[in-house]
């Protein structure tokens, strides 16, 4: 599905891609796990297109995707939920559904129903403002904004992350979901390691802008645990 090759990325002189090279299955569910700063994000914005590569390929079936624009990897049927959500706060829960749809390369005029069976919430809150929402609240929009544009592969961005755990669980159930039934592929950046074990197939744990332990999550044992990640 995706196939990422010795990226090199920086922050002016700051290298924080180093090389970095990994996976995605088709229709799995791959995390992204370790510590704050080592480059989860960035590497996130770089599939995205939101930020440039120096060198390496970025190979999104079969086809170098690393000079794209964002636009065009959206049009590539790439959805994102950025960490921290990003919804528009001033506008309603169906604006915000709505700037979803502008991506959508089907054009596809409206929201489809399937949103409201994975968020029966948002369905009810339609008229009010974005940021009227809870957090909790606001991570679901973030999300169904995000399948608005019909992904096949999705990237959340640590989506459990300041969310009341009752939402958490809900969002766990739609990433089974969405992998499942209807074989969307997930790139899950996740800090919380139950969650991870819970919800992905596979990992990738980073540190400093490289890989340092990879494998199917039954793999995933305590001392790269305790030497990667925060617990
Ligand atoms: N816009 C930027 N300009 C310069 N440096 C940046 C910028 N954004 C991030 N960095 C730096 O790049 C490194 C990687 O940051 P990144 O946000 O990718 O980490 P992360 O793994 O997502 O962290 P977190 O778990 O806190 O979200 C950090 O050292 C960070 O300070
Ligand atoms: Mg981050």
Known sequence: MLKINKINQYYKESHTLRDLSLEIKEAKCTCIMGRNGV???????TIMGLLPI??????????????LSSDKRANLAIG?????????????????????????????????SKIYELFPILKDMLRRKGGDLSGGQQQQLS???????????LIL?????????????????????LTKEEKITIILVEQKLP?????????????RGCVVNSGEMSQLDDEMINQHMSV
């Open 80 to 112: 994102y939920v950025p960490q921290g959500r990003e919804i528009f706060s001033q506008l309603s829960v169906k604006e915000n559904l709505e700037i979803g749809l502008l991506g959508n390369r089907n054009n596809l005029k409206t929201i489809s």
């Open 143 to 153: 999300i169904a904004r995000a399948l608005c544009i019909q992904p096949k592969l």
């Open 39 to 45: 480059g989860k994000t960035t590497l996130m914005k």
């Open 195 to 207: 969650f991870a074990r819970k919800h992905g197939d596979t990992f990738f744990i980073l540190n």
């Open 157 to 177: 961005d640590e989506p459990t992350e300041g969310i009341q755990p009752n939402i958490v669980q809900q969002i766990g159930e739609v990433i089974d979901h």
């Open 54 to 67: 120096k060198n390496g390929e970025l190979i999104y079936n079969n086809q170098n995707i690393a000079r």
